[in-house]
């Protein structure tokens, strides 16, 4: 047995690993007489409830779903509860995919009210438009029929990507500032804004899970986390094995959603539990977890 302090986990939110060592055994955990547990390594299944410390992030699961026979510059990725909608950039058309990213024949455009399209977000009832042509967002009912509703984001930023809605509020980020800001319902601009320049200085996508932000761009082609007062938790995880040109992200309820212009294609991501496997410890390594 060998003692080792170490870290995993990203930023803010690593854990500390208290032992590594080496033991003749084949199983995923190992119990020791005294108590302690220990994960092997390269486990990525670990119930994080039992195994907290295990906690690394979030992975690429290997399932995407390609919308290219649709759109060559997807800008925004949306998910309604039982279907995904991807809004196509210069087309400004809205394509519905069931939830293994089959592409159902069924769309709606959003041409007549922008002449680019930046992200959509759904707000469980309605869907909305980011524009990027008139700095503005545009609400469509469930069939896609606009309502005769929209309000502006020029005043706050110029070059509107990303949209979600928090359940009460919209958040809009942009390029110009590197900054994501909040609106009513009403979409009246509250006041409240935060900087994700320190991260990510080229955003295009911002999500909400409930609980924190997370935004996307391609400068580091990675997704940064943020409190739900805009504070940066250190947390954060690389797409780009799959996609350079990261332009939306999405939050399902379980999982994240990543999608862009490099290859025109969804990419689900999501959370990565146990100690990815390090040659330099040996084939045998266990870390303690408890």
Do not use: C
Request: charged share 10%.
């Amino acid at each position: 047995m060998s003692n080792f302090t170490d870290f995993i986990g990203g930023g803010g939110s690593a854990s500390q690993i208290n032992e590594v060592v080496f033991l003749n055994n084949r199983a995923d955990t190992v119990t020791l007489a005294d108590g302690r547990v220990y994960l092997k390594g390269g486990v990525i299944e670990t119930n994080q409830a039992t195994y907290p410390n295990a906690y690394v992030g979030f992975n690429y699961l290997g399932t995407n779903f390609s919308v290219a026979s649709q759109t060559a510059d997807p800008t925004g990725i949306t998910w309604d509860g039982t279907h995904f909608w991807v809004i196509s950039e210069s087309s400004r058309i809205v394509y519905k995919y069931t939830a293994a990213g089959v592409y159902t024949g069924t769309s709606f455009s959003a041409a007549a009210e922008d002449s680019t399209a930046s992200d959509i977000t759904w707000d469980g009832t309605n869907f909305w438009v980011l524009g990027r042509g008139n700095d503005a967002v545009y609400k469509y009912n469930s069939s896609g029929v606009y309502q005769n509703v929209s309000f502006s984001v020029l005043a706050q930023e110029n070059i509107p990507t990303g949209i979600t809605w928090d359940g009460t509020h919209f958040w809009v980020v942009g390029l110009t500032n590197d900054t994501v800001y909040k609106y009513n319902s009403s979409g009246v601009y509250q006041n409240v804004s935060f900087s994700v320049a320190a991260q990510e200085p080229n955003p295009y996508g911002i999500t909400w899970d409930g609980t924190h932000f997370w935004v996307v761009g391609t400068n580091t082609d990675a997704v940064h986390k943020y409190t739900s007062a805009g504070v940066y938790t250190g947390t954060s995880f690389s797409v780009s094995a799959q996609e350079t040109l990261p332009s939306s992200i999405n939050w399902d309820g379980t999982n994240f959603w990543v999608i862009g212009f490099g290859y025109d294609t969804a990419y689900k991501y999501g959370d990565a539990i146990g100690i990815t496997s390090d040659t330099s410890f040996g084939a045998q390594n266990y870390m303690r977890v408890a």
